[in-house]
C-alpha cells in the first residue's frame, strides 16, 4: 500500500487546492477546474494547450498494451468531447502530447498498486508521467476533464498537476442478483468508474432471485436459478479483460449462506430447509439458507469456488454473508442437534462455523476472503477483509481486531440520498476517528453500493451517476476537501462529461416520461418531474408492494434521485429566508415557484389518460399549491408584510401534508417552502 | 415477384384506410393506428389488447430460427416500449398472440420473396399469420407501431390488418467510404430498416476516400486505403447475420472504375495516372480512375470478385459506375491509342467496355451486377439492374430498354430536403408514369442513399431518420397514399417510437450544443437550433470548404435536416395568412415569434465564449429580427392595419437578406414571416 505513505503530503496540497478554489479563483465562472475527484495538488499556469485536428500522442519509456490501448481510447473519448476528428493512432514524434511510463503493473492488477500521476500541461505541449500504466490510465482522465471549449476553440488551461489516491481500494459494488445487468450496463459503468479513477469492481453476482454467472461445475444454478439471464464465461472473461484496461479490478461475490434461494432451486441437497425451493417474486430477507452442517455442503462449494477463484484472477472473493434470519436453521431439527453437539449457542456460532471453513475452502484456492460485518468473530483470521455496510462502529472494531475494513455504510446508493450525504461519509469519519494510526491504515476504502431491488437497466446510470464520482472523490481526493457548494459546481460538469462515456443518467427520463405519457414533448410531466424525488432510504418498499415482477416504468423510476431543481431552489430559499438574495435570486425563485403553480393547469388534464400517469393527479395539484404558498410567503417577505400566525400556521400544516409521498415521490419543494414561510412570520 | 401481382387490390384497400384517415377517424387525437409504412388493409375493431407481464408469444406452424429469434427481439423492444418485465421467451401455450407461420424462406434472402402477413387483434388474442418467416417479422413491426399507453394500461387496439409491399426492394444505401461508419451504426439502422419495413441494405463501401472491407485476396485495399478504418470479414459476417434476422438483404457495392482512389494507394498498377495516389482529403469527382485497358486490371478484379461475391451471399452485386470525369483516360497516350484502336468514340464508351468485362466477371461469379445510370449503354445485358440516381427519366429509358431499375434520385437523404419532398417521389412517378405495365414491372423499387461527405456517427442517424421512414412507406405503401398532414402525424410518432431501436436521431442535438457552447443548459442554442436548418441540396459546399479532416461540430451538424417548428410554424403562418386561423393557433404563432426574438438578448452574451458559437451571433440576431417583423406583422393583421407599401417592402427586403445562409445555417422561418407580411399588405 505504497499510496499511503503520500497521505500527509497530500492533505497539505489539496489544502491550497481548496482554499484557491473557495475564494473564487477556481470558480466555475473564472475558467475553473472542474476536476473531480480533486487532485492532490494542482498549481494553475498561464495559457492553454489547444487541441485540434493535429493533436496526437506519443508514448515513451516502458511499452505497456494497457497504455497503448488507453491512449486510443484517450483519443476517441477526446474525440467525442471535441467533435474533432482525431486519429486513434499513437505517434511517435511531433506529437503535443507525451505519456511516459516508468515500468510495468503487475499482471493481475493488486491492491495498492502506485496509481500516482504527474500531468504537466503549457500552451506549448503536455507531458504525462507515471510509475506504472495504472498512474498513466488516471492522468489521462483527468486531462479529459480539463477539456473545456473556448473563443480559440476546444483547450486545456495549463495545469501543472501531482496526484495519488487516498485510499487503495475504491469500488463500486453493482448487484446483477436482483436485476440483471446485460453487459453494456457492466462495460459502460466501468467507463464511468475509470472516467471518475474508481479501481474495484465488485459485482454481486448470485442473490435470492438470481443467480447469474454460468457454472460448469454445477450448470443448474444457473440452469435453474437464473430465469435465464447470465452471463457466460466467456462474458466474465471479456469483462474481467475491460476492467483491467481501464485500471480497475473486478471482485466477485457469491453471497452465501443465506440469499440463496437462486442456488437452492437446482441443488435443494445444499437447503436448511425441505424444499423444493423455487426463484422467489419477493423482495426482502428471506428464510433460504445453506445447511452449515453437512460436509457435503462444504465438498459442492470446494468445487465450485475452486470453479470460481480460477475464473476471477483477483487475489480477494467476497463471500457475501449477511443477513442470515436462521428461521430454516431454527426449524431443522438436524441443525439444532448438530448445534448442540458442537456446543453453538446461537445462529451466530452456527455461522461463524459456516464463515471458518469456508474461509478455508476460500485460502485453499489461493485467495483472500472478504465478508460483510457478519462474518467478523473473535477468531476471524487476520487477513479477512471486512465489508462494513451496517456502520462506523462496526467498522472501527474490525480495524482494532487487526482485520483489514471496507465502508459502505453511507454508500448506499440505492437509497435515494443526497450527493452531499454521501460525500460527507468518511471512511476514517465516526468511530473511525478515534482508531489509532496503525488500525486506520487497515481501512482501506470503500465502496458505492447499487443494490438492485427497484433498478433495471434502463434507470440504473441514473442511481449510480452522477452521485457516485462524489464517493469516488471521497476516497480519492484529501480528508479534508469537503466543500459542498464546491463538489455540486464541478459535479455538475463531470456528469455532463460521463455522457462521453456512454452512460445515461442524464437522457433516461424523457424516454420515459414519453413511454408514460404516450406525449411526444411530454413538457408538464417534465415540471412536475424536476420538483420531486424518490423517497430516501427503504421507504418506497413500505408505500408501495414491489415484487421481481413490478414494471418500474412510473414517474418513480424515471427521476433522479437529487432533483436538482429543487436543490437549486434550495439555496435560493436559504438566502431568501436569510435577507441575503439579490433581486435576480428573488425572480428566479419565483420564476420557479411561477413555473410549478401554472403546471397543474396544463398538465392535469392529460395524465388521466395513461394508466401510470393517472395516479400522480393529486401530486401534481398539491405541487401547485405548494407553490401557491410559497408565491405568497415570498410576496409577503418582499413587502415586509405582516402575516398572521394562524394563516402561517394554515399553511404550514398544508405543507405538512404536501410533504407526504403521493404516488410513491416526495415533493422535495416542500421544506423549501416551509422556509419562506416561516421566515414569513419572523418580520 | 409475386407480390406485385396483388398490387391493384392494395391500392383499393389503401384508399378506404386513407379516406377514413383524412376524416379523422384515425386522426392521431382520437386514438388512430400511427403505423408507418402504412399497412395495405386495415379495419378497425372494438376494444383492445391488454400487454402486461403475463404476455407471451406462441409460435405455432412452420419451424423458423428466424421466426424464434424475432419472436425474442420483438419481446425485449415490447419490454422497453412499456418499461414491463417480460420474459423474452416463447410458450407454447396459454400465450395472447399467436404467431403461425407457413413454411421457410430461402436461405439466403431472395428479391420478391412474399412478405406479406396479416395480423388480427382483438382484446382476447392476437394471430399474426404470414406464408413464410419475412412476413411474420413485418407483422411483429406493425403490432409494436401499434402499441400505446391507455387508462387501462398498455394496449393495442383491436384491428385487422392485411399486408404486402407494393415494391420488392425497398433499401437504404450507407456510405461507409467517405466517412467510415462502425459497426454499432450500421446494426442500430438495421434495426430501424426492421421497424419500418426496408428489406435491402445497399452497403457502399469504398469511394475515394476509403476502401472499408478487410481483402485477404489484396490486402493493401485496406491496409493503404482505410486510415485503419474498416470492416473485418468476421465484421462482414455479423452485419449480414443480424440483418438476415431482420429480413434485410446485403448489397455490396464496390464503386469502380472511378471514386476509386482509395485502391490505388495500394494497387498504383490499376490506375489510369501516372501515381503515387495518397487517400484524398478533398470530396467531390475525382480523376483517379481504373485503367480499363490493360488485361491485368481485370485479372486483379477478376480475383478480388470472387473473394467479394463469396463474402456477400446475395445474389446482386453492385459495381457503382458513376461519375468518371474521364481526365486520367484523357491523359493517358496508351489509353488514348487502345480507344481508338478499338474504336472508340469516347469515355463513355471505354467505360462502357469497362462495364461489359466487369459484368462477365461479376457473372462469372454467378451474381447479377447492378450499376448507377451510367453503366446503362444499349449493349448492356438485360440482366444487370440499373440504379438510377439522376432522374426518372433515366429510370424510365432503363425499363424501355429491358432492364430492370431502382430509384434513388429524390431519395438522396444527404441533402436535407424536406420528408414531404422525399415521400412525394414515386418510383413510377415523372417519366415512369407512362411506362407501360410490362415496362413497370421492371421498377423494382428504390433505395434512400445516405451519402456521408458530412455526417459522422454522431449524427448520421439524423440524416437517415425519420425521414426514411417515409421513403419506405412510398416503397411498401400504395402509390396513392400522398396525404402528408397525415405523414407528417404519423412520423411523429414512429420516430419516438425509434428510440427504442437504439437510434439517435432524436437524442443527438443537446449533446453536440452542450459541446460546442461549453453549457450544461443551452436553452438559448436550443431556441436558435429550432428555427434553423442545413441548406438543401449541394448549397453547404458551395458556402464553406469542406475536407476528410473537417469537424463536423458545429450547429449545422447539431440541427436535424428538417426544422419541426419551423415546419408547424409555417402551417399557423398559412392559416394566418388565409384568415383562417383559431384564436389559439394565432397565440400559438405569437409565441413562437416572442420567442424567437427574444432569444438574442439572453444568448448573444455567451455565444462569443466558444470558438463554434462566436459565429453563429449574427444569425441569432437575424432571427430577432426576422421574429420582430413577424410580430408586427402579425399585429397589423390581428388589428386590420393598413401598412404602407414602403414599409413592407422594407421588411421584404430585410427578409431576403435573412433568407441569406449565415454560419451554414437557413433560417427557416423567414418564409413564413414572408407569407404574414405579404399578407398584412392584402387587406
Redesign the interface.
Known amino acids: 500500500m505504497s499510496s499511503r505513505s503520500f497521505r500527509s503530503v497530500f492533505v497539505v496540497c489539496v489544502a491550497v487546492a481548496v482554499c484557491l478554489f473557495s475564494h473564487g479563483i477556481f470558480a466555475q465562472e473564472q475558467g475553473s477546474l472542474p476536476l473531480m475527484p480533486l487532485p492532490a495538488h494542482v498549481t494553475q499556469g498561464e495559457g492553454q494547450f489547444l487541441i485540434d485536428?493535429t493533436f496526437s500522442v506519443a508514448l515513451e519509456g516502458y511499452k505497456d498494451e494497457r497504455v497503448v490501448q488507453g491512449s486510443k481510447r484517450f483519443l476517441a473519448t477526446l474525440g467525442?468531447?471535441?467533435?474533432?476528428?482525431i486519429?486513434?493512432?499513437t505517434a511517435a514524434d511531433k506529437a503535443g502530447f507525451t505519456i511516459k511510463t516508468g515500468g510495468p503493473s503487475d499482471a493481475v492488477q493488486q491492491l495498492g498498486e502506485d496509481e500516482g500521476y504527474r500531468l504537466e500541461v503549457t500552451a506549448a505541449h503536455v507531458q504525462l508521467t507515471a510509475a506504472d500504466p495504472l498512474g498513466i490510465l488516471h492522468g489521462l482522465q483527468t486531462f479529459l476533464q480539463l477539456v473545456?471549449?473556448?473563443?480559440?476553440?476546444f483547450a486545456v488551461p495549463a495545469v501543472s498537476i501531482i496526484d495519488q489516491p487516498r485510499f487503495p481500494w475504491r469500488g463500486l459494488m453493482i448487484d446483477a442478483g436482483r436485476h440483471f445487468m446485460p453487459l453494456p450496463v457492466i462495460e459502460r459503468n466501468l467507463d464511468g468508474m475509470e472516467a471518475t479513477k474508481l479501481n474495484v469492481m465488485h459485482w454481486h453476482l448470485s442473490d435470492d432471485q438470481g443467480f447469474r454467472v454460468e457454472s460448469r461445475q454445477a450448470p443448474l444454478l444457473q440452469e435453474e436459478g437464473s430465469?435465464?439471464s447470465y452471463y457466460t464465461q466467456a462474458q466474465i472473461h471479456e469483462v474481467i479483460e475491460y476492467a483491467r484496461a481501464r485500471g480497475i479490478r473486478v471482485v466477485p461475490e457469491f453471497d452465501m449462506p443465506c440469499h440463496t434461494s437462486s442456488w437452492l432451486v437446482g441443488y435443494p441437497q445444499l437447503a436448511s430447509g425441505a424444499g423444493p425451493y423455487q426463484l422467489p417474486t419477493k423482495w426482502g430477507v428471506l428464510d433460504a439458507a445453506m445447511d452449515p452442517t453437512r460436509e457435503t455442503t462444504y465438498e459442492f462449494l470446494d468445487k465450485f469456488l475452486g470453479e470460481m477463484t480460477a475464473l476471477f484472477p483477483d487475489a480477494y472473493f467476497h463471500v457475501g454473508g449477511d443477513e442470515c434470519d436462521g428461521k430454516e436453521w431454527d426449524a431443522n431439527p438436524r441443525i439444532q442437534a448438530f448445534m448442540k453437539a458442537h456446543g453453538m449457542k446461537d445462529n451466530a456460532a452456527l455461522q461463524s462455523y459456516f464463515s471458518g471453513r469456508v474461509q478455508k475452502l476460500v485460502a485453499g484456492h489461493h485467495k483472500i476472503m472478504m465478508g460483510w460485518d457478519e462474518v467478523l468473530q473473535p477468531d476471524t483470521p487476520r487477513d479477512v477483509v471486512i465489508h462494513s455496510w451496517r456502520g462506523p462502529t462496526g467498522l472501527a472494531a474490525a480495524a482494532r481486531q487487526g482485520n483489514r475494513v471496507l465502508l459502505s455504510n453511507g454508500y448506499y446508493i440505492d437509497l435515494n440520498q443526497s450527493a452531499a450525504e454521501h460525500y460527507l461519509v468518511d471512511p476514517l469519519g465516526g468511530d473511525g476517528a478515534n482508531l489509532t494510526a496503525e488500525e486506520k491504515a487497515r481501512v482501506l476504502g470503500g465502496e458505492a453500493t447499487m443494490w438492485s431491488e427497484l433498478v433495471?437497466p434502463?434507470n440504473v446510470d441514473s442511481r449510480i451517476w452522477p452521485r457516485t464520482a462524489v464517493i469516488a472523490e471521497r476516497l480519492w481526493s484529501a480528508e479534508d476537501v469537503r466543500d459542498v457548494d464546491s463538489m455540486y459546481r464541478r459535479l455538475?460538469?463531470v456528469s455532463?462529461k460521463l455522457?462521453y462515456y456512454g452512460l445515461e443518467h442524464n437522457?433516461f427520463t424523457l424516454?420515459?416520461l414519453?413511454?408514460?405519457?404516450?406525449e411526444?414533448d411530454p413538457k408538464g410531466l417534465e415540471v412536475l418531474a424536476s420538483a420531486v424525488q424518490p423517497p430516501e432510504g427503504y421507504e418506497r418498499e413500505g408505500l408501495r408492494e414491489y415484487t421481481?415482477?413490478?414494471?418500474?416504468?412510473r414517474l418513480v423510476?424515471a427521476v433522479p434521485p437529487e432533483s436538482d431543481a429543487a436543490r437549486k431552489f434550495n439555496e435560493l430559499a436559504v438566502l431568501i429566508a436569510a435577507g441575503k438574495a439579490s433581486e435576480e435570486q428573488w425572480q428566479k425563485a419565483q420564476g420557479w415557484l411561477v413555473r410549478w403553480r401554472d403546471n397543474d393547469a396544463k398538465l392535469e388534464p392529460s395524465l388521466?389518460?395513461?394508466?401510470?400517469t393517472?395516479e400522480l393527479i393529486p401530486l401534481s395539484h398539491s405541487l401547485a399549491q405548494v407553490a401557491t404558498i410559497g408565491l405568497q410567503a415570498l410576496d409577503d417577505l418582499k413587502n415586509h408584510r405582516a402575516v398572521s400566525a394562524e394563516a402561517r400556521e394554515k399553511n404550514l400544516e398544508l405543507l405538512k401534508a404536501a410533504a407526504k409521498p403521493q404516488a410513491v415521490l416526495v415533493d422535495k419543494v416542500v421544506p423549501s417552502v416551509e422556509l419562506l414561510v416561516k421566515a414569513s412570520g419572523r418580520q
Open positions: 485536428g467525442r468531447e471535441t467533435g474533432i476528428p486519429a486513434a493512432e473545456r471549449v473556448t473563443p480559440q476553440g430465469g435465464g433495471t434502463e455538475a460538469v455532463q455522457d437522457s424516454p420515459m414519453q413511454r408514460m405519457s404516450g411526444l421481481t415482477l413490478s414494471p418500474l416504468n423510476d388521466a389518460g395513461s394508466e401510470l393517472a
